[in-house]
């Protein structure tokens, strides 16, 4: 079967991810154009898939003001540009594979959700954690009955400190105003999660959260607003940000600060970017607003109660969960790849006993994911059997209002009826 054909609107991180799996599986998906601000970033794209000069975009504006070429458009711009490609593309023809959030506005989302049905197009968005090895073993233990029927959960979203300054307070999600807010931009893949878990229409939520420690008034004596300004707690301060860049285990992040500048850099390049990068700039004294710590409470129709924490200030990047049923007890880890391994205990109450499983994440990112997500993208469009944790843009914008409402909620210190927030919007 030929692969199916696609054009990467955005070649940033997660761009490049998605055409990382064409290149590892040019069976499934040929990259065939490309819209990238960025010269060396489209260029970079251009070379690895031989794409022809004439499908070499500065802008998605440019590439969609040709008739369409590809079968699928792969939406990889920043969170507040994937409303208006998405429409773009799909009036023109093409599939889509769309980046979360769909939107910061709960009505647009709803609206794209709807044109996509007008327009008969297929748009999964990049809830890539239900593709994982272990959500879906979860998910699927869960309808085995391995539990009985879903009681409680209590899921944690363990962002990681260093993670959390780096994208939530030195890096591109760290101001609601400009990306979006923190519920939305991390947590909308738990709350996707939760929705998917429980299987059913939440009813009530309930929030409260705020920036506790990444602003001013916690900067250390002394501290100068950039930490290569000669900082007096480089070597106590864990976000010295050479430290984390330079000597720090995440190649990730190391790569997103260079990302547009330099492949593999050194030391010595590192150091050049930290002195004008906004990854350079002291922790305290950012433009942040986000949250850093935030709880949700959630009850379902069908009589589940859930409790949702994200938290900054963990040392490992893990969500943690623990599913409480009729017949016993889940509890679960997906670990960083680094130091956490992925776990699932099942504690059956007749038995008093445990059986434990290790999903085995599969290649790639977000514990196979990213992987998974592409793969299943490719058979929705060549018609073949896609797996369960398959969903459409519909059941994604229904998930995204629990993460909006919670947020609304959160803001105005009341809980929210879901069907009274919906018909408000
Ligand atoms: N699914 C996930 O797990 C996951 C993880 C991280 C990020 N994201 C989301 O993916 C999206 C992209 O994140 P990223 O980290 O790749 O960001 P990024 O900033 O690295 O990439 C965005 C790219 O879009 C390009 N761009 C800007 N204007 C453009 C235009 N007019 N036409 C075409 N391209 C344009 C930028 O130059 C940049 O290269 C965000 O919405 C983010 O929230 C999702």
Redesign the pocket.
């Known amino acids: 079967m030929n692969p199916i054909t696609a054009v990467i609107?955005?070649?940033?991180?997660?761009?490049?991810i998605y055409a990382d799996y064409a290149k590892k599986y040019p069976q499934d998906v040929k990259i065939v154009g490309v819209?990238?601000?960025?010269e060396q970033?489209r260029q970079t794209l251009r070379l690895e898939h031989q794409i022809p000069e004439e499908h070499c975009?500065?802008?998605?504006?440019e590439?969609f003001s040709i008739p369409k070429f590809a079968d699928a458009a792969l939406i990889?711009?920043?969170?507040q540009?994937?409303i208006v490609?998405a429409k773009q593309a799909m009036e023109l023809g093409y599939h889509l594979l769309l980046?979360?959030?769909i939107s910061p506005s709960a009505k647009e989302c709803y609206e794209l959700a709807q044109y996509a049905q007008q327009q008969s197009r297929h748009v999964l968005v990049?809830?890539?954690?239900r593709y994982t090895a272990l959500f879906k073993k979860v998910k699927q233990l869960l309808d085995s009955g391995a539990i009985g029927e879903m009681v409680s959960m209590v899921h944690c979203e363990n962002v990681g400190h260093i993670h959390h300054a780096h994208s939530y307070v030195r890096g591109?999600?760290r101001s609601t105003a400009e990306?979006s807010p923190m519920i939305l931009?991390k947590s909308c893949?738990d709350m996707d999660l939760i929705y998917w878990l429980v299987g059913s229409p939440c009813q009530q939520i309930s929030s409260f959260g705020s920036l506790i420690y990444f602003k001013k008034s916690n900067a250390p004596a002394g501290a100068p607003a950039r930490c290569l300004d000669g900082c007096p707690h480089s070597d106590t301060c864990p976000y010295y940000a050479p430290h984390v860049y330079i000597d720090g285990p995440y190649d990730w992040m190391r790569d997103?600060i260079c990302?547009?500048i330099c492949n593999n850099p050194t030391p010595e390049q590192i150091i050049d970017i930290l002195k004008t990068s906004p990854y350079g700039r002291c922790v305290f004294q950012c433009d942040n607003d986000v949250v850093d710590h935030q709880v949700v409470n959630l009850s379902f129709e069908n009589g589940v109660t859930v409790s949702f924490t994200m938290c900054a200030f963990t040392s490992r990047i893990e969500r943690t969960l623990k599913i409480m049923g009729t017949k016993g007890e889940m509890r679960a880890m997906m670990g960083d790849g680094l130091q956490g391994q992925d776990i699932i205990e099942i504690r059956d109450f007749e038995t008093e006993s445990s059986t434990f499983y290790y999903p085995t994440a599969a290649l790639g990112g977000?514990g196979g994911?990213?992987t998974g997500i592409m793969r299943d993208f490719v058979r929705l469009l060549r018609g073949e059997q896609t797996t369960s944790a398959l969903t459409d843009i519909a059941v994604s914008a229904e998930s995204h209002a629990l993460a909006f409402a919670a947020e609304d909620s959160r803001l105005s210190r009341k809980t929210i009826n879901l069907n009274e927030w919906k018909s408000a919007i």
Not at 9 to 16: D, E, F, K, M, Q
Not at 57 to 61: A, D, G, I, P, T
Request: proline residues 7%; negative net charge; hydrophobic residues 25%.
């Open positions: 609107i955005g070649a940033g991180g997660r761009g490049r819209a990238e601000p960025n970033r975009f500065s802008s998605y504006e590439l990889c711009t920043q969170d540009m994937h490609p980046e979360k959030p990049c809830h890539v954690l591109n999600w990306s931009a893949h997103a990302s547009g977000h994911g990213d």
